[in-house]
């Protein structure tokens, strides 16, 4: 109908003429049998978890969307939305976000990240890329993941609660795994669970979110591994769980750095 064209036009050239100008044309020329139309809805927006004026960003973001869908946005991460009267559409250009989605059965929710397209059914999941590749997570309900390859052919999985699965940058998709739902509920509320993971992978993840940076004397002291519980912003506790559990000692340079010293011999 006319509104449809209307919104196409609007959507391809950026303006278009009223709808009624439209109608009144299509009418005169037969195309159309006058009736009462209604335009279709749209809405576009973006936002990040940035690092402010090229400052550290030091939180966690929580947006909630028009269709009432909560968002949680890890810190240096972007998303964008595109609302329409069809279809709900998500991308995530970098970064991790957990998605908390309103049910609406005349709009699916889709959520588009590296390769991978996510499908969602009214539920709780999260996505994050990592490098080129894009991890899916899902929370509560039912989720389907398509993975597009390089060739053109794609794959999908049906992800059951406390799954999880893996694609590519060349559309690959890993096999579905548990989900260690201890990691992936903490982050939210700002927490950080290691488990035997290597220290520099572990500084790397914390530094994220604060502005003095932890780095490490001697590059060998990253093969240590750490398992803890840590909260984002509480990097003291940080320092004192490394020194008194793996007897590494602190130095402060400035305010923005932290040098990690091994054990004294």
């Known amino acids: 109908g006319a509104a449809t064209i209307a919104f196409h036009l609007q959507q391809r050239h950026g303006r278009a003429p009223a709808v009624s100008t439209i109608w009144r044309v299509l009418s005169a020329r037969g195309f159309v049998t006058p009736q009462p139309h209604k335009r279709p809805y749209s809405s576009y927006v973006r936002f990040s978890a940035e690092q402010p004026n090229e400052r550290w960003q030091l939180d966690i973001t929580h ?14 991460s972007s998303v964008t939305a595109r609302f329409s009267d069809r279809a709900r559409r998500i991308e995530l250009q ?26 969602d059914i009214g539920t709780t999941f999260q996505v994050g890329r990592r490098g080129d590749a894009v991890e899916v997570g899902l929370l509560e309900g039912a989720l389907i993941v398509i993975a597009a390859s390089r060739s053109g052919a794609s794959r999908r999985s049906t992800l059951a609660p406390g799954q999880q699965v893996t694609v ?58 750490v398992s803890g519980v ?3 912003h509480d990097q003291p506790a940080l320092i004192a769980a490394l020194e008194q559990g793996w007897s590494l000692r602190a130095e402060r340079l400035d305010e923005h750095q932290i040098v990690l010293h091994g054990p004294a011999r």
């Open 63 to 76: 947006r909630t969307l028009a269709d009432g869908t909560e968002v949680l946005l890890d810190t240096d």
């Open 94 to 119: 970098r970064g991790r976000a957990q998605f908390v989605v309103a049910a609406d059965t005349r709009r699916p929710f889709t959520v588009e990240a590296g390769a991978a397209t996510i499908r």
């Open 168 to 225: 590519d940058a060349a559309g690959n998709m890993q096999a579905r795994r548990a989900l260690d739902l201890a990691v992936a509920e903490a982050w939210p509320r700002g927490d950080l669970v290691f488990k035997n993971r290597r220290l520099d992978v572990l500084l790397a993840e914390m530094n994220r979110y604060s502005e003095a940076q932890l780095r490490l004397a001697d590059p060998r002291l990253g093969d240590t591994t």
């Open 230 to 232: 840590f909260h984002i």
